[in-house]
């Protein structure tokens, strides 16, 4: 059988502190990074799933990718007579 325990002694709680000079204070840690590779095959899946204003601001910008699909689309196109 279980017996309540009437009165329980704590032991008063001591701080105990280290001059400032002392104290040693944590060192910042440099931020994580994670690199992402994609592969071959999702890549060009998400430059088929891109429109046409994301292509020419990508060629814009330089882009050699997204200029080779502007020139493509533009030869296919073209009428031929």
């Given at each position: 059988?279980?017996?309540?325990v ?24 440099a ?17 088929s ?13 330089g882009?050699l ?7 493509r ?7 031929v007579?």
């Amino acid at each position: 059988m279980i017996t309540p325990v009437s009165s329980a002694t704590h032991a008063p709680a001591t701080v105990q502190s280290k001059p400032a000079t002392q104290q040693t204070q944590a060192k910042p840690q440099a931020a994580r990074t994670d690199t992402v590779t994609i592969s071959a095959a999702k890549q060009i899946v998400q430059e088929s799933l891109e429109n046409s204003l994301q292509t020419a601001k990508e060629a814009a910008s330089g882009d050699l990718q997204a200029k080779r699909l502007l020139a493509r689309e533009a030869a296919d196109h073209v009428q031929v007579k």
